[in-house]
């Protein structure tokens, strides 16, 4: 289930060790896994190998690779077990202030479309991924909740909405449907472009990126999509 960034970034993580020790899975030592810790951590050229965050997913990535490895039989002992990650300081909440979200909305008023832009960014305030929101087929609303069959590391869900938002995603739905001049089916994309180049086709991340962008210009406030999951989380 994983996504093809995370399976390059687990290779590159094991590939650290293999590039550091040629000594065989079965054969590595508990000192052998806190030599290499140390050998992450220590300066080279008045820098350091990696940096603390980068570490830990290291060893965590190895770690999780000698579970599987003592679940599959490939191995019997774990050395990982006894060497501890770095400790990492608790990272802050990257969500937006009540005053910024108002303004984002009030943005979204001054640029094109903003009957669909309305319902994208409620979505957002609801914990979904800009991913998700890109995935979502007109049938995958039923008027109350929304259905999240596409989503990072298998995470699907239905997520129940408020009342102010179904009202922005039903005016963008009229909007939309008078915009084609004919029924919408379950199947078709959810949020599509306006654009003459990509008219009726599905946005992309880059899309909703880019609205950001735009709005973010116009209130003096530069901002992320996931920002607006942070919000979701923290309120």
């Known amino acids: 289930s994983l996504s093809k960034n995370s399976v390059i970034a687990y290779k590159r ?16 030592s508990p000192r052998q896994v806190a030599q290499f810790k140390k050998h992450l951590l220590q300066v080279e050229n008045n820098s350091r190998v990696l940096k603390d965050s980068s570490v830990a997913r290291v060893l965590g990535t190895l770690k999780n690779f000698y579970n599987w490895l003592i679940k599959t039989g490939y191995v019997k002992t774990d050395p990982t077990i006894a060497v501890d990650l770095p400790k990492l300081p608790e990272p802050e909440a990257n969500n937006l202030s009540l005053e910024t979200v108002e303004k984002i909305f009030t943005g979204i008023e001054e640029i094109r479309n903003p009957e669909r832009n309305l319902a994208i960014f409620g979505l957002l305030l609801h914990g979904l991924r800009a991913s998700e929101v890109c995935g979502l087929n007109i049938g ?38 008078a915009s084609f001049g004919k029924d919408l089916k379950p199947e078709y994309p959810l949020f599509v472009s306006f654009s003459n180049r990509n008219y009726g086709t599905r946005i992309s991340y880059d899309t ?28």
């Open 208 to 235: 909703i990126n880019k609205l950001c962008e735009k709005i973010g210009k116009i209130i003096g406030i530069k901002f992320n999509p996931h920002q607006l999951r942070h919000s979701f989380a923290t309120n």
């Open 140 to 177: 995958d609303y039923d008027g109350l909740r929304v259905d999240i069959k596409q989503a990072k590391a298998g995470s699907v869900g239905t997520v129940p909405l408020e009342g102010w938002c179904k009202e922005l995603v039903d005016d963008y739905l009229e909007y939309l449907k």
């Open 13 to 28: 993580d094991i590939q650290h060790f293999l590039s550091w020790s040629d000594t065989a899975w079965s054969e590595v």
